[in-house]
């Protein structure tokens, strides 16, 4: 049984917005930082964003700031990731992760070998 389950991928055009969900399955998330990659074919996985458990820090890399927000609701256990502004840079197949050795802090961004559970991806097409 996959431990996170993404959802709300899709095509979307240049400048278009779409929401990421990713729940678990198994486990609350409530306790645990969780962290949003993606992976572009041809390309090494990317940290997108993470989002801590203890006081809700949020980190993004360079290329999403000011576009992509990433937000908690505990009482449904689900992590969302609003997306804005996509670019076709964006395209790529995104994955939600949960990173319990860590505890309620985030590891450092893009550290991927950190997070233990991983959901099987959604893909995301930004093209006109």
């Known amino acids: 049984q996959v431990p996170l389950v993404e959802s709300g991928g899709g095509l979307v055009q240049p400048g278009g917005s779409l929401r990421l969900s990713c729940a678990a399955s198994g486990f609350t998330l409530d306790d645990y930082a969780i962290g949003w990659f993606r992976q572009a074919p041809g390309k090494e996985r990317e940290g997108v964003s993470c989002?801590?458990?203890?006081?809700?820090?949020?980190y993004y890399a360079d290329s999403v700031k000011g576009r992509f927000t990433i937000s908690r609701e505990n009482a449904k256990s689900t992590v969302y990731l609003q997306m804005n502004s996509l670019k076709p840079e964006d395209t790529a197949v995104y994955y939600c992760a949960a990173a319990p050795r860590y505890g309620s802090s985030c590891p450092p961004l893009g550290h991927f070998r950190e997070y233990d559970y991983w959901g099987q991806g959604t893909q995301v097409t930004v093209s006109s």
């Open positions: 989002i801590s458990s203890s006081d809700g820090s949020t």
